[in-house]
């Protein structure tokens, strides 16, 4: 089955410094891959995606993910985290091929950014 | 462009009554799916809905649970006899016909069940 993994549960980062948020992939055949992030009591936002083509992905408020075949990870980055970048941040994989868009989501990632 | 419209964003009921949660896609938008989300957890999908077709019900519980997406009007998504269980955060999200893969979230409804 189509499935994603968010090996943390929160991610600490000083405000300024580079974060990272790590997801890796099981998939059968090629995977569309998404990021989104979730503030308090709010929907989610989508960040990216990738479908196809260039292995570094540039999204929303200046995160970028970088697909990685060999290693089934699909990690999101930022170069310089915000405070306004603390939220809980979601890997999801669509789950079956052509005719069905369905997500299967990850758990989820706490960032907190420390001014 | 109005977003993806979710009401009630709260919804309080005691066990044994009717829920029923109501989405508005985006405009131009002809799919709709429907997540839960419970505490602690990621989203589960639900179902997923064409106008008037349910093309994927995989994720509902299978009874007392149920979606429509009407040819006019909102999604709904309907928990008959709710029990403590139920209580999550309810997403709908919704993606244009020429688009499908990117999905587009409201901002949930909350139901929590006494």
């Known amino acids: 089955a189509q499935s994603v993994a968010q090996p943390e549960d929160q991610v600490n980062v000083a405000e300024g410094n580079p974060l990272t948020v790590k997801c890796t992939y099981s998939v059968s055949g090629n995977p569309y891959l998404f990021w989104y992030v979730q503030y308090p009591n709010r929907g989610l936002q989508f960040l990216l995606k990738y479908i196809t083509g260039d292995n570094l992905v540039k999204g929303s408020y200046g995160f ?5 075949k060999s290693q089934t990870s699909f990690h999101l980055k930022k170069p310089s985290a915000l405070v306004s970048d ?17 997500l299967a989501f990850g758990k989820g990632n706490q960032v907190v950014v420390i001014p | 462009n109005a977003g993806v419209m979710q009401n009630p964003r709260h919804l309080v009921r005691r066990r044994g009554q009717e829920a029923r949660l109501r989405c508005s896609p985006m405009k131009g938008h002809s799919h709709v799916y429907w997540y839960r989300q419970l505490p602690e957890e ?7 809905l064409q106008k008037e077709n ?8 299978k009874e007392r649970f149920s979606a429509e997406f009407p040819k006019e009007g909102p999604s709904i998504l309907r928990i008959q006899q709710v029990v403590r269980g139920d209580s999550a955060a ?3 999200a919704s993606s244009p016909p ?10 949930g409804t909350r139901l929590l069940v006494l």
């Open chain 1, 64 to 68: 970028e993910a970088e697909f990685n």
């Open chain 1, 86 to 102: 603390s939220a809980l941040y979601f890997c999801a994989v669509r789950v079956l091929p052509y005719g069905n868009n369905r």
């Open chain 2, 42 to 48: 990621g989203l589960k999908f639900m179902v997923y």
């Open chain 2, 54 to 61: 349910i093309i994927d019900e995989s994720g509902m519980p």
């Open chain 2, 90 to 92: 309810y997403f709908c």
């Open chain 2, 98 to 107: 020429n688009n499908q893969e990117t999905q587009y979230f409201g901002p």
